[in-house]
């Protein structure tokens, strides 16, 4: 199995032809860079009008690769009801779908077989996998092109898609 690591996103989205869609499956993150927003919004605080460096970066990406014709998509698989994490994620989404990306919400409930890690699945041949340590903290990524992982995460992705809610509708759905 051809395995690659601490691979950035921005090389793998940059990389991209027609297709890149993320799979997320935890319910809770640990990323350093939302901590502040999150506590912010834990507090009822109003959002900061300025975005920060972190996601601006990653809205270049998305905005380069959409540029080029490359469909940026995500599927948010969500136990329901939502922990605080995804609660505010929902309140942020909208920046995703500014930047240019596809968002889609499943219940977790209703869905079965759902992959246990998450994993970016780029033009159907290669997946990168959010790595995480022991306390859900980013740990890098690694990348495979091995036909047996992609081929089990570009199906579940896939029909996971199929069965989810785009945003707006699953917003609607959850004021």
Excluded: C
Excluded at 70 to 94: F, I, K, N
């Amino acid at each position: 199995m051809e395995l690659r690591t601490a691979t950035p996103w921005a090389d793998l989205l940059g990389h991209a032809r027609y297709d890149a869609v993320h799979l997320e499956v935890r319910d809770t993150y640990a990323v350093p860079a939302e901590s502040e927003p999150l506590r912010r919004f834990l507090a009822g605080e109003p959002r900061l009008s300025e975005p920060d460096e972190y996601w601006e970066a990653w809205a270049e990406v998305v905005k380069d690769a959409t540029a080029r014709g490359v469909a940026v998509r995500r599927v948010r698989v969500v136990t329901e009801p939502m922990s605080d994490y995804q609660r505010w994620l929902l309140t942020e989404t909208g920046d995703n779908i500014e930047a240019g990306e596809d968002v889609r919400y499943l219940a977790r409930h209703l869905v079965r077989d759902v992959p246990a890690d998450d994993a970016w699945v780029v033009d159907g041949t290669t997946i990168g996998f959010n790595l995480v340590d022991s306390a859900g903290k980013p740990a890098g990524a690694a990348v495979t092109t091995d036909p047996g992982i992609v081929s089990y995460y570009r199906d579940a992705v896939e029909r996971l898609w199929s069965l989810a809610t785009p945003f707006p509708d699953y917003v609607a759905g959850h004021r």
